[in-house]
């Protein structure tokens, strides 16, 4: 059974930064795909980045390239998302997702088959 648990998140204020965590279970992490993606109230959910973790490739939304980055520990099937530079656009609960076919690992939530629960990032002074 594929899990997904994120931690990390909570209130910042603006400029400051934030590691999210995503543990995975339940699956290899070959031929994978590991996405992170954010939602805000009235918003739809907007894909922030993903890596692949055979190869360590990761893509970023413009909205967050160069603020955020993408790492990982395959060993401990552990990902985490860096932010920096953050401001209150930023604010939204943050989803890590899982995608088993890592041959088209793209920035839409509709690739992505199984999820975490998200956890809530708050950027405010």
């Known amino acids: 059974q594929v899990q997904l648990v994120e931690s990390g998140g909570g209130l910042v204020q603006p400029g400051g930064s934030l590691r999210l965590s995503c543990v995975g279970s339940g699956f290899t992490v070959s031929r994978t795909c590991i996405g992170w993606f954010r939602q805000a109230p009235g918003k739809q959910r907007e894909g922030v980045g993903h890596i692949v973790p055979g190869s360590g490739v990761t893509i970023y939304a413009d909205s967050v390239k160069g603020r955020f980055t993408i790492s990982q520990d395959n060993a401990r099937k552990t990902w985490y998302l860096q932010m920096n530079s953050l401001k209150p656009e930023d604010t939204a609960m943050y989803y890590c997702?899982?995608?088993?076919?890592?041959?088209?690992?793209?920035?839409?939530?509709?690739?992505?088959?199984?999820w975490g629960q998200g956890t809530q990032v708050t950027v405010s002074s």
């Open positions: 997702a899982l995608d088993p076919d890592n041959s088209r690992c793209d920035l839409q939530a509709r690739s992505y088959a199984f």
